[in-house]
C-alpha cells in the first residue's frame, strides 16, 4: 500500500519554512530563472510542487545553498 505523503509535506513545507526550491538557492539568478551553474532546474522550481498535479517525489540538488 503506497502512502500519499503530499497533503504532509505542503502542510509542514508552509510550517516550517522549508526551504529547497532554486527561488531559495544563492546560485539561482531570480532575472532569468536559470541557475547560475547552469544546471536544469524545471524540477527544482517551487512552480512545479506547487502546480495542480505535484510530483510524487521530491528532488533535490546537490549545489543547493541557502541564500
Given at each position: 500500500?503506497?502512502?500519499?505523503?503530499?497533503p504532509?509535506?505542503?502542510?509542514?513545507?508552509?510550517?516550517?519554512?522549508f526551504?529547497?526550491?532554486?527561488?531559495d538557492?544563492?546560485?539561482?539568478d531570480?532575472?532569468t530563472?536559470e541557475?547560475?551553474?547552469?544546471?536544469?532546474?524545471?524540477?527544482?522550481?517551487?512552480?512545479?510542487?506547487?502546480?495542480?498535479?505535484?510530483?510524487?517525489?521530491?528532488?533535490?540538488c546537490?549545489?543547493?545553498?541557502?541564500?
Amino acid at each position: 500500500m503506497e502512502v500519499d505523503y503530499r497533503p504532509n509535506f505542503e502542510e509542514q513545507r508552509t510550517r516550517y519554512s522549508f526551504c529547497f526550491t532554486c527561488e531559495d538557492c544563492a546560485h539561482f539568478d531570480g532575472e532569468t530563472g536559470e541557475c547560475l551553474h547552469g544546471f536544469p532546474n524545471e524540477q527544482h522550481r517551487l512552480s512545479y510542487y506547487v502546480s495542480e498535479i505535484r510530483p510524487g517525489t521530491i528532488l533535490f540538488c546537490k549545489d543547493f545553498d541557502l541564500a
